[in-house]
């Protein structure tokens, strides 16, 4: 039997990234009013989730559907390292939703960036976004030494298709996954949140390693190897996607080169590049 969610029972979870617990029937987004109640002062480790989102947001603006039944959520982190680390959030976020979705029995690899797919399929986006309004930290990457700034706050949403059916999130069935149908039944939302804070409390504490971050991305990747497009500030690269730099930007090896992309949204090519 799967328990509803209270936000008592979140606190009851005793995890340091949900102190601070608001849990909504429905919201616009959880991101903006994780991001409103940041502006307010919220500590790091408020979590907002709400049962429905009437105005999810995705990656690039993108709609996100978020009917009954997924776990949309959205933390004020409020980072006690320098500003220069907060690119590594996303992607350290990834490695931490992953290795939680594999403890609940799902084998779920993380494209490049930080979605998180079974079997080509997405089951979880991540969205995380710095005090800079609605900038994606990603945009904000400097070398590490190179700005000594502390970071007001990242919001890290996430969004996991958890007790739906692909047809309830209204995108073609081809491209969405959801915990449901992965395992055949439903999961309890609290127990699946506990380990989704436990995974990511483990990572985020560790994100001065990323190099150790990075070799469990890697191990959880289902980009690297492969011949991909990618499109960023309206141009279109392709190339096989070799690894990553020691700060997680993709290097991808094009006709004319070696590239580094901070950011961009990728489509994993077949080998005859269609
Ligand atoms: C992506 O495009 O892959 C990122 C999706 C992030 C969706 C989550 S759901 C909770 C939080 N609230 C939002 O409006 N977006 C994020």
Redesign the pocket.
Known sequence: MTEALSAEAVKSLGSPLACVVELHDALR????RARELAHAGARHGTLVVSRV?T??????G?R?G?PEGGL???LVLRPAFDAALAARITQTASVGVAKALWEIGIEARIKWPN?LLVDGK?IC???AESSAESAPVAAKRVAPGENVRRLDFVIL???MNANLDPADLAVPDREVATIRAELGRDVDLLELLKTILTDLETELDRIEDFDAVLDDWRALNCTLGNRVRVRRFGETLEGVAVDLNPEGALLLKTRDGTVELYEGEIEQLRQDGT
């Open positions: 987004s959880t991101q903006e989102q105005g999810g947001r995705g990656r690039l993108r996100w978020s949309w959520m959205s979605d997405k986006g991540i969205l949403g996430i969004g």
